[in-house]
């Protein structure tokens, strides 16, 4: 799942993630709002690309509803907050190999 309301930071990062993972099924959400409704259609979300800050998701219901679908909820953009676990975080844009390194590592521990 991407959230972003930015069309051209959402597509790059959608095309690269197709790039690196074919088969993904991906959703793109652009508010809060509309991920919690394509949440309530999932029973799980493997990874969850968000450009808001990780103070907003913790405030909302969306982190809670990702951590219950065992999602990887990665706070992103061109110059992301570092966020505390349970989020991750990642700069982008940046090249497909560094994507790929980032999605193939095991995410960061979340005790």
Request: aromatic share 6%; with cysteine; net charge negative.
């Amino acid at each position: 799942m991407i959230l972003c309301d930015e069309w051209n930071l959402g597509e790059s990062l959608r095309l690269a993630l197709l790039s690196v993972m074919p088969e993904a099924s991906i959703l793109w959400a652009t508010t809060p709002g509309e991920a919690l409704k394509e949440l309530t259609k999932l029973t799980h979300v493997t990874a969850a690309f968000l450009t808001l800050p990780a103070s907003e998701v913790n405030a909302g219901s969306l982190g809670h509803r990702l951590e219950q679908r065992g999602a990887r909820i990665v706070i992103w953009g061109t110059n992301p907050a570092q966020a505390m676990p349970p989020f991750e975080t990642l700069s982008w844009p940046q090249d497909i190999g560094a994507l790929k390194l980032f999605l193939s590592q095991a995410p960061k521990d979340q005790s």
